[in-house]
């Protein structure tokens, strides 16, 4: 049976700004676009939080819940439900199945969690994930690195995102940023 998945999700901290961005696109199985406007990027706690998700849509939605949950029962640490999540993920044998990670982000902390256990702070600031994740990876480091400080974070998000839809073919135009 086909899901519905694909998708780009790319997050930055730079300078002093904070930003993340998705694109709109939902695929059902390989070869069908089925929406144009999704919203993959979303605020939690009170805003203070940002969060964005890859894989199929019905297991993300749920990671949401769950993590935003989290969120509350740890006072917004981001770290400690991002941590508290994959260990309940990794461990349970209906969520183990869960085909989704997600980035989650505040104005300390940006993250990566999977359902391998995995919480990963990345080095340089830069997250990408989903089927265009790696062409929005390095559209970003690049948008980065040559900028100077010319950019914002917003703009090296969204422009990321712009080059990873000229490429690959489960990421669409139609960009969402959300920055903190």
Request: negative net charge.
């Amino acid at each position: 049976m086909s899901e519905f998945h694909a998708t780009t999700i790319f997050a930055i901290h730079h300078k002093d700004g904070y930003a993340m961005a998705g694109d709109g696109q939902v695929t059902f199985g390989n070869a069908v676009v089925m929406k144009h406007t999704a919203r993959k990027v979303r605020r939690l706690f009170n805003g203070k939080v940002i969060a964005g998700f890859a894989g199929s849509v019905a297991d993300a939605f749920t990671l949401f819940e769950m993590f935003e949950g989290r969120l509350e029962e740890y006072n917004g640490n981001l770290q400690r439900a991002a941590v508290e999540l994959a260990k309940e993920w990794r461990s349970d044998k209906v969520l183990r199945r869960l085909e989704a990670m997600l980035i989650v982000m505040n104005k300390e902390d940006l993250l990566l969690i999977s359902g391998t256990g995995e919480v990963i702070e990345p080095d340089d600031g830069i997250l990408a994930i989903g089927s265009g994740g790696n062409y929005a990876l390095s559209a970003g480091r690049a948008l980065k690195r040559y900028s100077g400080e010319s950019l914002s974070a917003k703009e090296i998000a969204e422009g990321a995102l712009r080059i990873a839809g000229e490429i690959c073919v489960y990421t669409n135009g139609n960009v969402i940023v959300e920055e903190l």
